[in-house]
Each structure stands twice: as C-alpha cells, then as structure tokens.
C-alpha cells in the first residue's frame, strides 16, 4: 500500500488556523499562533501566505478542489439547478468537517467588515468555479451577474448553514432549494 504524502506546509497551515479559530476564535489568532499550531517556522509560514486570509483563501482552493472532485464533469442529462444544488449541498457538508472553525471565522466577519469584503473575489471566483460544474455558463456580461447572484445566494445560504445544527442540514437544504427556485425565476425573467 503506498504511503500518503506528508501534509504540505500549505495544509498544516490551513488545518492549523482552522483548529485554532474553533479553540480561541479567529480575532485572537495570530500568524504566530498559526506557526506554532501547525509546527512549521513563522519564516516558513511568511513564503506561502501574506496574511491570515491569503490562509483563508487557499482554506477556499482546498473546498473548491474537493467539491469539483466529486462534482466531476458536468452531466447533461441533469437540469443545471439540480446540479447546482448537489454542489453546494456538497460544499456544505465539506465546511461542516471544520464547521467551529468556520463559525468563528464568519463571526469574525461581522465584527470587522473589512475581512468579508476582501475576501469577497475569492468567494466569486469559487461560485464560478461552480457555476462551470453545474454546467452553466459564466461568459461575459450575462455570466457576471450569474457570478454575483450565485455568491449573494451562497452567503444566504451560509448565514442558515451556520445555524443549523440539525444532522441532515434540513433547514439548509431547505432554504437552498427555495431559493435556486427564486433565482432561477429571476434569471429566467431577464434571460439569463
């Protein structure tokens, strides 16, 4: 049986801020903590991310790998709204793996503004990401607005996921399925 490779600094890092946030909150976690959770050297840590949310932002690339892998390539036969919802259902149940950490950070969020903001391209450039695996177009003007209304949605979407405590994510899968209905009346309305 082959050996798995050993966690790049990249992953202790991530898995490091995520620990540290569920334990002492994200606000009161420093780069220097993340180090020192994750056993690498601060300089080590200073050549793969700028700040805490360059860590934030390859948290995302690591979802976003994860949630494509078992996407895999779009299936015709499927109608773009299921497809959809099947990715983001997937999406939430990879952040549940790490839900007190993400808790943390998006409590964080709403006490300083200036985080979420920045990281909003991130966050686009992820539901983009999805958009392509459910098989809907993102090109140009029209594919903008489907990149802006998805990202909208998904924030929605993670204000309930962040409540619901339930196993099964009812109220989530609930709330995500009323509103791709509501979206995809909206976007029919003005053809998109």
Sequence with gaps: MAKRPAKT???KAVKAALTLAAKQGWVETSLADIAKQAKIPLHELHDHF????????????????RVLETAGSPDPETPPRDALFDILMERFDVLNEDRAGVQSILKSFCQDPKQAIISLPHLGRSMSWMLDAAGIDTGGIKGALKVAGLTALYLKILRVWKSDDSEDMAKTMAELDKSLGHAEQWAGSFGL
């Design 50 to 65: 700028e700040d805490r949310l360059d860590i934030l932002s390859a948290y995302g690339r690591t979802i976003d790998k």
């Design 9 to 11: 600094v990249k992953e």
